[in-house]
């Protein structure tokens, strides 16, 4: 299954971004989804993760300024960031919680900097 993220780009501190990711297959509808990031040198990490109930679910470094959401419809996985902040530099990707639902893909480059 393939997995397309986009919607990163630079932005300044304090600011928002929307990133959203489509799913090749309606299958998509039965699995957890989940946003991840990689940021320079790091290892991957678990940001958000939707239950196909629509619980959700946060690392603590983005509870509060991050909202994960689903449209089983249209196959897609929403991420809306607020307040983003230098550390949230990275590639973010989907896909299920646990990964493997689909492929990692290139991912969507966000970059928040002054």
């Known amino acids: 299954v393939q997995l397309q993220a986009f919607g990163g780009g630079l932005v300044q501190p304090g600011g928002a971004l929307r990133l959203s990711c489509t799913a090749s297959r309606s299958s998509f509808r039965f699995n957890v989804m989940a946003w991840y990031r990689q940021a320079p040198g790091k290892q991957r990490e678990l940001v958000a993760v939707?239950?196909?109930?629509?619980?959700?679910h946060y690392a603590d470094s983005v509870k509060g300024r991050f909202t994960i959401s689903r449209d089983n419809a249209k196959n897609t996985v929403d991420l809306q960031m607020n307040s983003l902040k230098p550390e949230d530099t990275a590639v973010y990707y989907c896909n299920s919680s646990p990964p493997g639902f689909g492929s990692w893909g290139q991912g969507t480059l966000v970059t928040v900097s002054s």
């Open positions: 939707i239950t196909t109930g629509g619980n959700t």
